[in-house]
């Protein structure tokens, strides 16, 4: 099967500082990819679809200043948590999409912001 | 728009026996439906998917699922649990993306 992973696996940093979390397909290309997050004993929720070479599409209610996405290329995507907060500390997962419109899963990483 | 809701927030069942995990489903057209579980602190792994070829899905580790129209229903299921099966399950619907139900929490007891 496809392989999504996720850099860093976890994370804690300082309230204030941005945080950089990479996602990428490994054994395929991905014209689109989604960030989740969730929060414990939660369901996941879809923050945004990100497009190769586009701008991000975000959900309501998630902001995009916030959580900067960019797919620079068909097997990375990056999300950016801008100035965290306590509040930001969630798991975070990333999916990517291959053709047939199966999404694959990377492992998340636990984001804790002190 | 497509949803998901899964009945039960928690469910336990001893070792060997029927597994039965209950999803339901909203689509003004016919949906794509999955199952996915995650394990503690694991990202989430695709167990079937639903696409309008067979009623009856069989996934991985002995699970199925059969979309059942007339209930809009998509509830997971597997004939003897094992203990590995314990974990986080999830009902998950969509095309172009996927919206999550709440998830339902399996415990196997020995």
Same mark, same amino acid.
């Given at each position: ?23 990428? !397909? $490994?054994?395929?290309? =991905? #014209? ?9 004993? &939660? !369901? $996941?929720?879809?923050? =945004? #679809? ?9 959900? &309501? ?54 | ?110």
């Amino acid at each position: 099967g496809a392989v999504v992973s996720q850099h860093p696996s976890w994370v804690i940093c300082k309230s204030g500082t941005s945080v950089k979390i990479e996602c990428r !397909s $490994l054994d395929f290309q =991905a #014209t689109t990819m989604f960030w989740y997050r969730q929060f414990p004993k &939660q !369901s $996941l929720m879809l923050m =945004a #679809t990100s497009n190769e070479g586009s701008k991000a599409t975000y959900e &309501q209610g998630v902001e995009k200043d916030k959580f900067l996405i960019n797919h620079a290329s068909l097997t990375l995507s990056t999300l950016t948590v801008t100035s965290a907060h306590p509040e930001d500390s969630s798991f975070y997962i990333c999916s990517a999409r291959r053709s047939g419109n199966e999404q694959f899963f990377g492992p998340g990483t636990r984001l804790t912001v002190l | 728009a497509q949803s998901v809701t899964q009945l039960d927030s928690h469910v336990s069942v001893s070792e060997g026996t029927p597994v039965l995990l209950r999803c339901n489903y909203s689509s003004s057209y016919s949906p794509s439906l999955f199952w996915y579980v995650q394990h503690p602190n694991k990202g989430l792994q695709l167990l079937l998917k639903y696409t309008s070829a067979a009623t009856l899905v069989k996934g991985i580790n002995g699970f199925e699922a059969e979309f059942k129209k007339s209930e809009t229903s998509f509830h997971l299921t597997k004939p003897s649990a094992h203990m590995s099966d314990a974990a986080e399950y999830f009902c998950g619907g969509g095309y172009q993306k996927v919206t999550f139900g709440t998830g339902t929490k399996l415990q196997v007891i020995p």
